[in-house]
Structure formats: C-alpha cells, structure tokens
C-alpha cells in the first residue's frame, strides 16, 4: 500500500552534465563505412521479416526449377534423371540466384520511389553505404537459394565428389559472382523510372545469359555460331568453376574468369551506380 512519502525518485542533471551533452557542435562520432553498411544490411533483413513473402523466390522457385528440369529433361539428355542431376544442379543453382539478383535493382527502384534514398542521402554516413548495405541484406537470399537447391539435389541423389569442402567453395564463388552482378541491376534501379521497367530489362538480360550457356547441355551439342557466345559467356564460366569445385577437381581457368568477371562487374557498374546515385 503506498503511503504519502512514496515519492519516486528523478534524477536531475546538473547544469555541468547538461551543458557537456547540449555543447553547441557536440555530435556523437561519425559512423565507419563497414558499420553503416551493415546497419543498412540490417534493415534489408528486417523488411524480409515483416514482408515473409519476398522469400518464396528464394525458395519455392528454385524447388520448382530443380524439379522440372530434372525429370522433364534428364531421362532424354542424359539417359536417367540421376546422371542428369549430377550435371544439372550446380547449373540450376546458378539460374535460381542469378536470377534473383534482379530484384536489387527492383528494391531500389522501389525505395526511390517511396523518397526513401533521399532521406538516406541526407544522412551523415559513408554515401554508398545505403546501396552496399542493400545488397549485404541480399546475399543472405542467394545464400538460402543456394542451401534450398543443395537440399533438394542431395534428396534426390546429387552426390558431390568434391565433398563438403567443394560444396563451400562453390556456393562461396556462386555469392561473390551474384553480389557483383548486383551492381547491375542497382544502375539500372537508378536509370530507370519503374520497378516494372527494372524487371522488364532484368528479364530480358537474364534469360539469355542462363539459357545460353552450358546450365542445360554441353555446348558441343550447340551450332558454331552459339558455341562461340556461350564460351565467352559469365555464367558459363561461373557454372564450370562450381561443377569442378564440386566435382573435387577445380578447373583454375574458369575459377579465374568467374573472379575477373566479378571484379569487373563491381568495377564498372559500382562506378556508373555512384555516379548516378549522386547525381540523381
């Protein structure tokens, strides 16, 4: 029961703590450009959170692009769904998360849109922290794309010869590639006036990108013509340097192309993303 003399306790600065805090030009410290990425990383995590949805391209689609493939295609190229599935997989994996990365640029456009990016301009933090930060938050889907496939693959008896070490290594080049082909899809969440546009040019890139190359079948059974596009193409280079590190026997030259395409995405089109982003 409380009585008259129950009087909560307040604490009452003194003027010397006051003026300390209220200092004209007294700012807390300015932020790293790691620490501000992650934050922004963070928040990318938090919007798959509230909005659970955004994962079922993460993890229905790839389920379905792995099943379908298999048994529609495997009996007919390879002579049985399981030696397919040995040579299909990490090429589906590819497919599944590369073509996710476009919905980067899709989120971006979205956030301009909203005047999100220009309340995150305004801020005190590192300027590129906002657009690196988003695609952090990103790498956690490939990662979840990529474990999903592996799941299903080894369910349906995809065995790697290259063991859990070749199966690291090939998820950790499928996450360096896709973070650097982000970079694309930020430019053109930047140039482009919709997220439909965005995903309309996503599309258009993406599919001959993962369809013309050695995902489905050996380019020896392609004409010339085709063969000559799909040997320089990244994806091809990338899903040979997965299939060998999962094999158990790295191929160096294509692990080699994989990483100077990775750079050169970063590169590029990080550049042309910054120059438009503080321009805008």
Request: aromatic share 14%.
């Amino acid at each position: 029961m409380s009585t008259a003399t129950d009087v909560p306790t307040v604490f009452v600065p003194s003027p010397e703590t006051l003026s300390a805090v209220l200092a004209p030009g007294a700012r807390p410290p300015r932020p790293s450009a790691w620490s501000a990425s992650v934050t922004f990383g963070w928040r990318a995590m938090l919007k798959i959170k509230h909005v659970p949805e955004q994962l079922f391209d993460v993890t229905a689609f790839p389920i379905i692009m792995t099943l379908m493939f298999t048994y529609l295609f495997g009996g007919a190229i390879k002579g049985s769904t399981g030696a397919y599935l040995q040579f299909f997989l990490p090429g589906i994996m590819v497919t599944s998360v590369v073509m996710i990365t476009m919905y980067t640029g899709v989120g971006l456009n979205t956030d301009i849109e909203k005047g999100v990016f220009d309340r995150f301009r305004t801020l005190p933090v590192w300027r590129p922290s906002a657009l690196v930060g988003m695609i952090f938050g990103d790498v956690l889907r490939y990662i979840l794309a990529a474990l999903v496939i592996l799941s299903v693959g080894l369910i349906l008896g995809f065995r790697p010869d290259g063991g859990p070490m070749g199966v690291l290594a090939g998820i950790g080049l499928l996450v360096v590639f896709s973070f650097a082909f982000s970079w694309v899809w930020t430019m053109f969440g930047l140039v482009l006036r919709s997220e439909k546009s965005v995903m309309g040019v996503s599309m258009l890139v993406l599919f001959p990108l993962t369809f013309l190359s050695n995902v489905f079948v050996e380019p020896i059974t392609m004409p010339g013509w085709l063969q000559a596009f799909v040997k320089v193409n990244p994806i091809t280079h990338l899903v040979d340097a997965i299939r060998s590190v999962m094999a158990g026997t790295p191929d160096g030259m294509s692990i080699m192309w994989t990483l100077l395409w990775s750079a050169g995405f970063v590169v590029v089109f990080g550049f042309l993303t910054m120059y438009r982003y503080n321009r805008r």
